[in-house]
């Protein structure tokens, strides 16, 4: 039964719900739980802090999703297949470089997506929400409008709340095709032939940082490349690195 | 703090959050703790299996809201100050008498209610929910969309979902910071450089046609970019080109 749902065509077959570093087995299995209620079905997991996971208690419903979660050592891995990536965040005491949309907008955005390409909806852990490193995978972020002095929810009320969202404002979901979206992995390529670019154009150190790193991808992912596109410019820039170092 | 915040009117200071014979506290803790999140102050417990429940670690940041509630021995009590009483309900194998609406709509009425009267929403316990003891205190009730096979929420994440559906409305967003856009002088001297740096790269012939610059023209603007984006892309751009040009 629970199997056969899995492998079932649904409004939400293209989102995966991301966890990254949860530091509880109990939220993991809570985030399945709810996804089973409102019948999402892809569930990933990047590094969580207790690999037995698996056997939540809190699941209830939800065994055979928690059995088919993917499980991944980093971010990168956990989204690769994904074009669109949206990051949850409280937003307080931080300086986002990135848009940041109340959850009902980034619903109805991701929703729209979803017909032409895949999402992934990203929660940080438990105590720190998502690091700078994992926004640096994110298209865009969501928060939920909770009260200044109280912003820090729990994980699995937060993934609850976000998928909920979903769910609600089914009837609604408005058509219109575009360009497929690049995925992830398309634009990890392309932030690297970038960097080796610039490397090459002496712009950057060789030796730079992993914040410059950060700064390359979020810059590359503010541009919202079009698979197309993305392959013009990985070309575009692949000829002018080929040419720098060919002079050398 | 806190208690500064527990006396202060509020939208919501007029809606108790009423869990009845709830069983494990952490879920008490968990309600508490969202009730913070959205600016909810009222909570009333009753019959809870254990008494002890007001010291829940799930209770992040809600302390004094928990040690706040008050106790009641029967729903009669819990809600007597009410003047609207709204039950929550997967709505699954039961032959209700209620009036049944859908959470949004529910939250809505609820909303208008609270600007003339006290209003109560319930909560039943985690195994079976709302009796029908309970439901005869309910005017009316509401119920979540979740998936026909898997209708059982988590309570924690029902109380979620419900104190969201309220504060959904309200905007107290911190605004997506959207950087002002580049303007059109801005990209076509973006423009200009990508073209002069794809012909020293030799990706463009030196004399290619005017629509192979449409083209160029088309794809920079399909990025999409701020004011502040551009001026990065262009810094970048002039360096790769001065150092292709330099080495001729």
Redesign the interface.
Request: hydrophobic content about 45%; proline content about 5%; glycine content about 8%.
């Given at each position: 039964?629970a199997n056969k749902?899995l492998i079932e065509e649904t409004p939400f077959s293209h989102l995966a719900v991301v966890l990254v570093a949860a530091r509880n087995p109990l939220n993991i299995g809570?985030a399945a739980?709810?996804m089973?209620?409102?019948?999402f079905q892809h569930l990933r997991v990047v590094n969580p802090y207790e690999v037995a996971f698996r056997e939540a208690r809190?699941a209830?419903?939800?065994a055979a999703l928690l059995k088919n979660a993917t499980q991944h050592l980093n971010i990168a891995g956990a989204v690769a297949d994904c074009s669109l990536v949206v990051g949850t965040t409280d937003?307080r005491n931080r300086k986002?470089d990135h848009?940041?949309?109340?959850?009902?907008e980034g619903v109805e955005a991701i929703h729209r997506h979803l017909q032409s390409g895949r999402a992934a909806l990203l929660f940080g852990s438990e105590k720190r929400g998502l690091s700078n490193h994992d926004l640096s995978y994110c298209h865009w972020l969501v928060?939920?409008?909770?009260?200044e002095?109280?912003?820090?929810?729990?994980l699995?009320?937060?993934v609850?709340?976000c998928l909920?969202?979903f769910?609600?404002g089914?009837n609604t979901a408005p058509t219109g095709r575009k360009q497929p979206s690049a995925t992830s992995g398309t634009l990890d390529r392309l932030s690297a032939i970038l960097r080796d670019?610039?490397c090459?154009?002496?712009?950057l150190e060789k030796s730079h940082g992993a914040s410059t790193d950060h700064k390359i991808r979020r810059?590359v992912r503010?541009?919202?490349?079009?698979a197309r596109?993305a392959d013009?410019w990985s070309?575009?820039l692949r000829?002018?690195l080929?040419?720098?170092q060919s002079?050398d």
């Open positions: 039964m749902s809570a739980r709810v089973s209620n409102f019948g809190s209830v419903g939800a937003a986002l848009d940041l949309r109340p959850l009902s928060h939920i409008p909770t009260q002095e109280h912003p820090s929810m729990n699995g009320q937060a609850a709340i909920y969202e769910v609600r089914f670019t610039l090459a154009a002496g712009y810059l503010r541009l919202n490349l079009s596109d013009v070309g575009m000829q002018v080929w040419r720098m002079k």
